[in-house]
């Protein structure tokens, strides 16, 4: 049988493939990346010849993004494929694409929004985010086809930071989340607060985030991330979100607040409140850890690094890779004292108060729990 090699563009792995296709989807063995084809297969065949229509070579971003004709490069069509082309730029038909069906145990996303040309455009967000990949795949296990990165320096226009990118790629994170799964979402962007109409917040705000396109698409609210990431996690399964923005003390809405003193003493303060709509998980955990309270800034700043950094998305990298078995209070604490002592020392931080917070489906010693990821 005539066969042909490719590269599948989800983990890299280069494929062995056909050149007759005779199926409607084409799944990868390494990482079980799968392009499901929604025509017949004889669409995939020119007139002149057969050819196997690689979908991996399409410009296609693996969270269930549909991927359409206008997403081929030129450059690269062999000559065969051009009655399919013409075949398919006339009726505009969409391919969808699924992500891998085998994730391990572990994935994330992580988002990182920089606003550029904006007046309030941000620095460090792209940076904090390529950091906190190198931490995840490098020190921590993730596997590199598990994380998805979004940034406005992402060529792929599915992982740009768009309100609609956005939300498939939440979906996606816990898409078949089972038990003993670890899930991570990371942003770093800006934040803000929108004036709460159905009666589920404290202080009558509802927390958001701004996607790069929020001025035309509008924000992602603390609601809908809370009904998209935090209320399917199953039992046995576990989520962590690492927060980098203004105004997000409770921005994954979430029951329970640790409020910690500046001796470390702490309290669990619930926020739940009567009659609204639950805010907790199917079983799992999902915890918090946010930049700043929900009243309080955070910023970029050059102070540890020279370079423009989230304080958040470094101090706590650097805390959890410096100490093993790394219990949340002690990671909480940690992290307050970095930024206090960077914010005292320089004049280039933001001179607001800036403190760490932590929140969570369920309560806990925080002296005790080790943080595992």
Same mark, same amino acid.
């Given at each position: 049988?005539?066969?042909?090699?490719?590269?599948?563009?989800?983990?890299?792995?280069?494929?062995?493939?056909?050149?007759?296709?005779?199926?409607?989807?084409?799944?990868?063995?390494?990482?079980?990346?799968?392009?499901?084809?929604?025509?017949?297969?004889?669409?995939?065949?020119?007139?002149?010849?057969?050819?196997?229509?690689?979908?991996?070579?399409?410009?296609?971003?693996?969270?269930?993004?549909?991927?359409?004709?206008?997403?081929?490069?030129?450059?690269?069509?062999?000559?065969?494929?051009?009655?399919?082309?013409?075949?398919?730029?006339?009726?505009?038909?969409?391919?969808?694409?699924?992500?891998?069906?085998?994730?391990?145990?572990?994935?994330?996303?992580?988002?990182?929004?920089?606003?550029?040309?904006?007046?309030?455009? !941000?620095?460090?967000?792209?940076?904090?985010?390529?950091?906190?990949?190198?931490?995840?795949?490098?020190?921590?296990?993730?596997?590199?086809?598990?994380?998805?990165?979004?940034?406005?320096?992402?060529? =792929?226009?599915?992982?740009?930071?768009?309100?609609?990118?956005?939300?498939?790629? !939440?979906?996606?994170?816990?898409?078949?989340?089972?038990?003993?799964?670890?899930?991570?979402?990371?942003?770093?962007?800006?934040?803000?607060?929108?004036?709460?109409?159905?009666?589920?917040?404290?202080?009558?705000?509802?927390?958001?985030?701004?996607?790069?396109?929020?001025?035309?698409?509008?924000?992602?609210?603390?609601?809908?991330?809370?009904?998209?990431?935090?209320?399917?996690?199953?039992?046995?399964?576990?989520?962590?979100?690492?927060?980098?923005?203004?105004?997000?003390?409770?921005?994954?809405?979430?029951?329970?607040?640790?409020?910690?003193?500046?001796?470390?003493?702490?309290?669990?303060?619930?926020?739940?409140?009567?009659?609204?709509?639950?805010?907790?998980?199917?079983?799992?955990?999902?915890?918090?850890?946010?930049?700043? =309270? =929900?009243?309080?800034?955070?910023? =970029?700043?050059?102070?540890?690094?020279?370079?423009?950094?989230?304080? !958040?998305?470094?101090?706590?990298?650097?805390?959890?890779?410096?100490?093993?078995?790394?219990?949340?209070?002690?990671?909480?604490?940690?992290?307050?004292?970095?930024?206090?002592?960077?914010?005292?020392?320089?004049?280039?931080?933001?001179?607001?108060?800036?403190?760490?917070?932590?929140?969570?489906?369920?309560?806990?010693?925080?002296?005790?729990?080790?943080?595992?990821?």
């Amino acid at each position: 049988m005539a066969t042909r090699t490719d590269k599948c563009q989800w983990c890299g792995v280069n494929l062995l493939l056909p050149l007759q296709l005779q199926a409607n989807s084409v799944r990868c063995p390494n990482c079980q990346y799968i392009i499901q084809l929604q025509h017949s297969p004889d669409l995939y065949f020119h007139s002149e010849g057969n050819g196997y229509l690689n979908g991996a070579s399409n410009n296609c971003n693996g969270m269930g993004f549909p991927a359409y004709r206008n997403c081929w490069k030129q450059d690269f069509e062999p000559s065969w494929l051009n009655g399919y082309l013409r075949y398919m730029q006339s009726y505009q038909m969409p391919m969808q694409v699924l992500p891998p069906t085998f994730h391990g145990r572990k994935r994330a996303v992580l988002c990182g929004v920089s606003y550029k040309g904006h007046p309030k455009s !941000l620095k460090g967000s792209v940076n904090d985010v390529l950091c906190m990949k190198y931490f995840l795949v490098e020190r921590m296990g993730f596997p590199n086809s598990s994380v998805i990165v979004l940034t406005e320096e992402e060529k =792929d226009p599915f992982r740009v930071p768009t309100k609609h990118n956005i939300q498939r790629a !939440l979906h996606w994170l816990v898409q078949g989340c089972q038990s003993g799964d670890s899930l991570v979402f990371h942003y770093s962007g800006h934040g803000s607060r929108v004036r709460d109409h159905d009666g589920d917040e404290i202080d009558g705000y509802d927390e958001s985030l701004c996607p790069v396109d929020y001025e035309t698409e509008g924000k992602i609210l603390d609601d809908e991330i809370n009904a998209t990431i935090v209320r399917p996690l199953p039992r046995g399964a576990t989520l962590h979100a690492i927060i980098d923005t203004c105004f997000s003390g409770t921005f994954l809405d979430l029951p329970f607040m640790c409020r910690m003193n500046r001796e470390g003493y702490y309290r669990w303060v619930d926020h739940s409140i009567p009659y609204a709509a639950y805010k907790g998980t199917r079983g799992g955990l999902a915890i918090s850890i946010s930049a700043c =309270d =929900d009243d309080q800034n955070s910023g =970029d700043t050059t102070v540890f690094t020279g370079t423009a950094t989230g304080a !958040l998305t470094y101090s706590f990298i650097q805390t959890v890779e410096r100490e093993p078995r790394l219990t949340y209070g002690r990671l909480l604490s940690t992290m307050r004292n970095s930024i206090s002592k960077a914010q005292n020392g320089f004049l280039n931080f933001t001179n607001s108060l800036q403190e760490p917070q932590l929140s969570s489906s369920e309560q806990f010693d925080i002296y005790s729990k080790a943080i595992i990821l």
